[in-house]
């Protein structure tokens, strides 16, 4: 398998990697993201995994596997990004409230000794309960979801929040495993 970068400052993707038992240093990649772009398509959320893994690859003087991710919460295949402030985050969240939503990373690994990249998106699904102002509101001023697409991390949501998800819960949190292990082995 070789040496393995995430190019993520992300502490869940670290997590998640750690729990893998794989060894990995981080680099984090100065790749500027498109915010730009509100429409959703696959091939988007894989071009910025990509671009994240790339940048750093090309930094890299070693042989080894680089690894980009990037996540995005989809209401009406509209991207929910970060917000921007607190107004934002409260916005977000009664519009994702009751709603059921799509939540997708993507991955890009590139081996730095042939160049050679794999790709994969993994999308999960997510449905809020009514959720009251309050609720949101507080939400917002005790965990300053600030940095999070869609204005939540979903391990971090108390309870009353989610009504049901389907498929892979820490890819909602930034990092499907599975999918991880099948692009680097």
């Known amino acids: 398998m070789g040496k393995i970068i995430l190019a993520s400052s992300s502490p869940r993707r670290q997590n998640i990697l750690k729990e893998t038992h794989i060894k990995f240093k981080v680099v984090p990649s100065k790749y500027e993201e498109d915010h730009t772009q509100t429409v959703f398509s696959y091939e988007f959320i894989e071009k910025l995994a990509y671009n994240k893994a790339l940048e750093v690859a090309q930094r890299t003087t070693e042989e080894a596997l680089v690894i980009g991710a990037d996540t995005v919460?989809?209401?009406?295949?509209?991207?929910?990004?970060?917000?921007k402030d607190e107004e934002e985050a409260v916005s977000m969240l009664k519009r994702l409230s009751g709603r059921r939503h799509k939540v997708v990373?993507?991955?890009?690994?590139?081996?730095?000794?042939?160049?050679?990249?794999?790709?994969?998106?993994?999308?999960?699904?997510?449905?809020?309960?009514?959720?009251?102002?309050?609720?949101?509101?507080?939400?917002?001023?005790?965990?300053?979801?600030?940095?999070?697409?869609g204005s939540y991390g979903i391990q971090e949501l108390p309870a009353g929040f989610v009504k049901n998800v389907e498929g892979s819960f820490k890819n909602i949190i930034g990092l499907c495993p599975d999918a991880l292990m099948e692009l680097i082995s």
């Open 73 to 83: 919460v989809v209401l009406d295949d509209e991207i929910l990004g970060k917000p």
């Open 105 to 149: 990373t993507a991955i890009a690994v590139i081996n730095t000794k042939d160049n050679t990249v794999k790709k994969k998106a993994v999308t999960s699904y997510v449905e809020f309960e009514n959720l009251t102002d309050e609720m949101i509101k507080s939400y917002v001023e005790d965990y300053k979801p600030l940095d999070k697409a």
